[in-house]
């Protein structure tokens, strides 16, 4: 059974740092776009960053550009994300998705396979 395996999450105080990972199981990735997204409580699912198979292509929501760093390690079919100077605001259910695309999207209805999430709360 094809699925994804988000870890990483947890408590940080504002200004930390968390790295997020997202393997995959009964798949490879190497041949995937993968795209990280969050959940906040009431909110709608936010697209926060994409890479392509390659890792050429990557995209960022402008609200963590800067901040965040999107990477992977195909050999070990592992895609991360690497948070930096974390504010309450990004405080959320953090979800990575994969699918086969012509480019990069932050779009999440593109996305066909999804983790379950990991929970990333950032104290005042």
């Known amino acids: 059974q094809s699925q994804l395996v988000e870890s990483g999450g947890g408590l940080v105080q504002r200004g930390g740092s968390l790295r997020l990972s997202c393997t995959a199981a009964g798949f490879w990735l190497d041949y995937k776009h993968v795209g990280w997204f969050r959940q906040a409580p009431g909110k709608e699912r936010e697209g926060v960053s994409c890479?392509?198979?390659?890792?050429?292509?990557?995209v960022y929501a402008d609200s963590v550009k800067d901040r965040f760093t999107i990477s992977r390690d195909n050999a070990n079919n592992t895609i991360y994300l690497q948070m930096n100077s974390l504010t309450p605001e990004d405080t959320a259910v953090y979800y990575c998705?994969?699918?086969?695309?012509?480019?990069?999207?932050?779009?999440?209805?593109?996305?066909?396979?999804w983790g379950q999430g990991t929970q990333v709360t950032v104290s005042s």
């Open positions: 890479i392509s198979p390659t890792g050429e292509n990557i």
């Open positions: 998705a994969a699918r086969a695309l012509s480019q990069c999207s932050i779009w999440a209805n593109v996305y066909e396979t």
